[in-house]
């Protein structure tokens, strides 16, 4: 690419008509190519040409795709990617990316070395001015002015910006944000990115070029040149991080994504989202801007572009080498030389690359891009694999593995950010299978890897539109206007309110949620449409209901009644725990009187014979605590379990409780409650489903009860459980459930004779889990006293005093025996 040739260099803003020009110059000689700055634009002027041109006389050549026709004689390429060959005619697009600290060097390296047999163009920003003055002086500069006018339209908030906008944010989860934002606002946009495929961006694209969508969000590759009829260009930031460090744009910048608004002959606007801060234009910027005048660029960035791969050291050093005083600068470390730097101090890569053909296959192995920006120690590590592979037996990689790693990534399960990350991972791969000797069978592999890469890229599509796009404002409302009448609404599966085929809401049992996003007065029509169609589908599911079985309804921990999974009513506190209040939701007030009386009525049935059966008790306590008929230490104890939730120490009560006749004890006893030593408890409470009903009861009265794990009998102190509220009783370092500590007390006394001393059987306490010290705390609860010596034995010594009194362990007590016993099981 070294030729003389008559060398033009078109300069000027965007809008100027240099990349159609080019194309026209290329397509009038028998040969050319073009370099662009992003694979999106390659791709967009391969498919311009081979409009004009045929598929068999044109080629697209980028790092991950290529198709070269056997007879190709126009290229489209990335600058990276442009083959060394004979062109009448060649073009560097984007010039002034030289400047680019990343990337400057090949775009230098391309303004240096590359020309056209008889024609090469250099197109670029007039910034470029004095450095093709410097570097190519016998250039001839031609200097083209803006079509159209541009003009700054000051700041406006995201919900206030004009049709036909792109906005512009500097990072993929930005973009994310504002695309969001605008979806909820203005019915959505569409996504365009560097990142992105370009069927995916094709596709987005499309939307907005067909009215599909009012709004672009974009990334500032917006700005290269990506042609589409954008009228505004709102910069949603300033700031933008250069692989370095985060720094305002440079006016140049600025202009450059600006310059997108107006096409041809139409005039643009430009303007920021914020009024003031960082995000908001100077005026001086403003001024530069609608002048197209920019500070001259005084330096590019330059590598060696033909280094010396003789060796590994001889390789580096060419890399690294400075250029001659003037203009060009060392360019910066970039990923490729990091990564080759790493790999040369690996031994096994030096005892590999003895040869120059090797050394410059490992330089081509350190040159795989980091699509998927995993940073220099995961990004060589992987180059290491590969060249491993490469420099071993035939050369290529394994089959299997390439299979295996692609195969991963074919899916299109998860979202955007999940979907963008696979198709910048296959990205690497399609690039791998573009070197035709690193695969035993490359052009299998790189038609399956491009076709991964479409498949991810219509599921990417899809879900950017199904994420950021509402159907309904640019299917429906435009196409019907202000008519709801004639929308035609349906019930699909799940609940869906579809007009079309699109969903508009969804109808959870009777309440009608429109969906999110939709703007104001759309939102208005959707709700009358709504209301209009879904009146008969209301009264269908009312009368379900009031037929329905009792297995159709169910509550929830905090008390919401549900009707085949639809909230329909909920408990609210009543008079006493067992007598809560049925309360039907506003959501039936769409309904008749007549049938919204009759689903209360049912949800009210069905509530008091759950409360028959899952809180008998409660409910029979309840009804004690008001018989006019009971005595008053009756009423008392009624009425205080009740409260309770069933479940109250005993001590507390204890007066009201010896007052009680025998009869007035066997009426407790078969409305379920166990008077218990320490506890008064009903023990259906304290299975699985009485627990949760009684829970639910409970937090009715702002009661909030910690739950324990189903068929718990003894917890840690600190279990959160371990109380007695929840039904088990702190003793020691345990807390154990009052079931279980009634049955141990109805043991200790039937195993008692009076005060004589006794030793009770240990095996009942160790099958529910108690350590020694929780016996011990228990028995002393219970009023027993145990007694000194090697043997377990016990007496007792009458009723439990009003106040808790500390336990004394008692050395050598009677328990000694049985707490080795614990400790050895």
């Not at 026709?69 to 009448?88: I, K, N, Q, W």
């Amino acid at each position: 690419m070294t030729a003389r040739s008559e060398i033009t260099a078109v300069l000027g803003p965007t809008n100027t008509g240099k990349t159609h020009l080019a194309v026209e110059r290329m397509c009038g000689h028998s040969s050319g190519m073009i370099g662009f700055p992003l694979r999106l634009l390659a791709r967009e002027v391969y498919d311009r040409v081979v409009a004009i041109k045929g598929t068999k006389q044109v080629a697209l050549v980028t790092g991950e795709e290529k198709i070269v026709p056997p007879d190709a004689r126009y290229f489209l390429c990335t600058a990276e990617s442009m083959p060394a060959r004979e062109v009448g005619f060649l073009a560097l697009d984007e010039a002034q990316l030289g400047a680019d600290t990343e990337r400057g060097h090949v775009f230098t390296d391309r303004l240096l070395r590359a020309r056209g047999r008889d024609e090469t163009m250099i197109l670029g920003s007039s910034a470029l001015k004095p450095m093709i003055r410097a570097l190519v002086p016998e250039a001839e500069i031609v200097e083209r002015p803006r079509f159209s006018t541009l003009t700054y339209a000051g700041a406006k908030k995201l919900s206030r910006l004009p049709k036909r906008s792109a906005i512009v944010a500097f990072s993929a989860e930005e973009v994310y944000a504002v695309a969001e934002m605008l979806r909820r606002l203005r019915g959505g946009a569409a996504v365009v990115m560097g990142a992105l495929s370009p069927r995916t961006r094709n596709a987005q694209v499309a939307m907005f070029q067909a009215g599909e969508v009012d709004y672009l969000v974009a990334t500032d590759a917006i700005g290269m040149g990506l042609n589409m009829d954008v009228a505004h260009v709102a910069f949603a930031g300033l700031s933008k991080f250069d692989g370095r460090r985060q720094r305002r744009l440079t006016v140049a910048e600025m202009a450059q994504i600006a310059g997108r608004a107006g096409r041809h002959q139409r005039d643009g606007t430009f303007g920021a989202l914020s009024e003031e801060g960082p995000g908001a234009f100077l005026p001086e910027e403003v001024l530069s801007i609608e002048a197209h005048r920019f500070p001259r660029l005084d330096h590019l960035y330059w590598r060696d572009g033909e280094p010396d791969t003789t060796s590994i050291d001889a390789l580096v050093a060419s890399l690294e080498r400075k250029p001659e005083p003037g203009v060009l600068r060392a360019a910066a470390q970039a990923i490729d030389l990091a990564v080759l730097k790493r790999l040369a101090d690996e031994p096994w890569v030096r005892d590999r690359v003895r040869r120059p053909a090797m050394v410059a296959r490992l330089w081509a192995a350190c040159g795989i891009p980091d699509f998927g920006k995993a940073g220099i120690d995961p990004h060589a590590r992987f180059v290491a694999r590969v060249f491993g592979y490469l420099s071993e037996g035939h050369g290529h990689l394994p089959h299997q593995w390439f299979a295996d790693e692609i195969a991963r990534l074919d899916t299109i399960a998860g979202d955007v950010e999940t979907i963008a990350g696979r198709v910048a991972h296959v990205r690497t791969w399609a690039y791998i299978a573009q070197r035709g000797d690193w695969l035993a069978d490359p052009a299998h592999w790189a038609e399956r890897t491009r076709a991964i890469e479409e498949r991810l890229s219509d599921g990417l599509h899809a879900s950017l539109t199904q994420r950021f796009v509402d159907k309904r404002t640019t299917a429906l409302i435009r196409r019907i206007g202000s008519d709801a009448g004639v929308l035609p609404v349906t019930i699909g599966e799940g609940g869906a309110v579809l007009v079309e085929d699109h969903a508009i809401g969804r109808l959870d049992g009777f309440r009608f949620t429109p969906e999110p996003g939709a703007r104001a007065a759309d939102m208005r029509m959707l709700l009358a449409a709504a209301e209009k169609r879904l009146a008969g589908e209301r009264g269908k599911r009312a009368a379900a209901l009031i037929a329905c079985e009792d297995a159709a309804l169910s509550v929830d921990s905090t008390g919401v009644i549900l009707w085949e999974g639809h909230a329909v009513a909920r408990f609210a506190a009543g008079r006493s725990v067992a007598a809560p209040r049925v309360l039907v939701y506003r959501d039936l007030d769409c309904l008749d009187k007549s049938v919204r009386d009759g689903v209360a009525v049912r949800v009210t049935r069905w509530a008091a014979a759950m409360l028959a059966r899952k809180a008998r008790g409660l409910v029979a306590l309840a009804e004690m605590a008001r018989d006019p008929a009971a005595t008053a230490a009756l009423r008392v104890v009624a009425q205080r379990v009740e409260a309770a939730g069933g479940l109250i120490a005993r001590l507390p009560i204890r007066a009201a409780i010896e007052a009680l006749e025998p009869d007035e004890r066997r009426r407790l006893r078969g409305a379920g409650l166990t008077i218990g030593a320490l506890d008064l408890f009903d023990a259906r409470l304290l299975k699985p489903d009485g627990a949760r009903w009684r829970r639910m009861l409970l937090t009715l009265r702002d009661e909030m009860l910690p739950v324990a794990p189903d068929g718990a009998t003894v917890l840690p102190r600190d279990a959160p459980a371990a109380m007695l509220a929840a039904g088990y009783r702190p003793l020691g370092l345990q807390a154990v459930r009052v079931d279980l500590v009634e049955r141990i007390a109805r043991a200790a006394h039937d195993a008692r004779k009076g005060r004589a001393p006794f030793a009770p059987d240990p095996a009942l306490a160790l099958s529910m889990g108690l350590e020694a010290a929780t016996l011990d705390r228990l028995m002393n609860e219970l009023g027993f006293k145990g007694l000194p010596g090697d043997v377990a034995r016990w007496t007792w010594r009458g009723r439990p005093p009003a106040r808790a009194v500390p336990v004394v362990p008692v050395p050598g007590n009677a328990f000694a025996g049985l707490a080795e016993l614990v400790r050895s099981v």
